[in-house]
């Protein structure tokens, strides 16, 4: 797998003996680059929305609500993109091949990448309809390699991350790569992605500090550090996906096992949890079930497991 460069490769027993689920406790914000993240100092609670299997075999890469109640998984190991209803039984879904990330577009439309896997070298982005009896996936991109992560602004530009590469691809609506905009953007390792009005942040994967980055989207090239979460370049993070919360940040460490809220107008941050299994995406419930964006996350990881992280 792609998390896979030798940097992960040499972390992942330190991420497979992290532990169980648990929650973070109280105390204050840490300022970044003085200390390692304190924690937030929020009540959290980590529960199993579905069990995994064989870590590292049971792969679970990205997640993304449809706003129509179901959350939609990109199971990379079993080359299938999976959906599920709020009580936790599945909705069906689709073979795809090395899927990663997978976003809503502002058509309604959902889009993913595949290819993600080393043994699906040839890869590029998909697009289903969630309200379908039956998605089915139709090529939007093709014939590109090395990518991971996804994005979709409200013009319906794709923006995907490369792990063990320099600059962030765009592509238009019509499926045209910007080759400017893509070469302006010239973050290396680059694996999360999230918009936040015309901001781009990224995390970084490859990055021992474990950076973040914010990318503007009218003007790529002026692209700035928002944090490092890791002084100490020896125990990095190994940042994962990342995702908007509360007007913050909220990254997941795949070694660290957390789940780390970030200020991106300060930089500050804290831990929000801790003792997940090598979580790889992270993302707000939004039409699921009643639930409440402003206090429920859900979380996958390469153990195979989907969990719900509520936050008080």
Known sequence: ??????????????????????????????????????????QTRVEVFREGGVPLLDWRENLEFDGRGTLWVSH???????????????????????????????????????????LTPRGGVARFDPAAAEPRPRTVVDGISGVNGLAVDSAGNLYLSRELAHGILKFRPDGTRDEAWTKAADVFGSNGL?????????????????????????????????????????????????????????????????????????????????????????RAAHGFGGLDPEHHLFVVEASGRIVKVTVD
């Open 76 to 118: 990379l190991t079993k080359n299938r993109v999976e959906g599920y209803a709020p009580d936790g039984t599945s909705r069906g879904g689709f073979p795809l091949a090395g899927p990663g990330g997978i976003r809503r577009g502002p058509d309604g439309m959902m889009y993913v990448n595949y290819g993600v896997s080393p």
């Open 1 to 42: 797998m792609r998390k896979r460069s030798i940097m992960v490769v040499a972390g992942l027993v330190a991420a497979l003996t992290t532990g169980g689920a648990g929650a973070a406790t109280a105390g204050p914000r840490a300022s970044v680059g003085a200390a390692a993240p304190a924690s937030c100092g929020q």
């Open 194 to 282: 999230d918009i936040v009005g015309d901001q781009l942040y990224v995390s970084v994967l490859t990055d021992p500090t474990s950076r973040i980055v914010r990318v503007p989207l009218r003007d790529p090239g002026r692209y700035t550090t928002v944090a490092r979460l890791s002084p100490n370049p020896l125990r990095g993070k190994f940042l994962d996906d990342l995702t908007h919360f509360r007007g913050d940040l909220v990254v997941a460490g795949f070694r660290s096992g957390e789940l780390i809220r970030v200020d991106p107008a300060t930089g500050r941050s804290c831990v929000l949890a801790t003792g997940l299994r090598m979580p790889t995406s992270v």
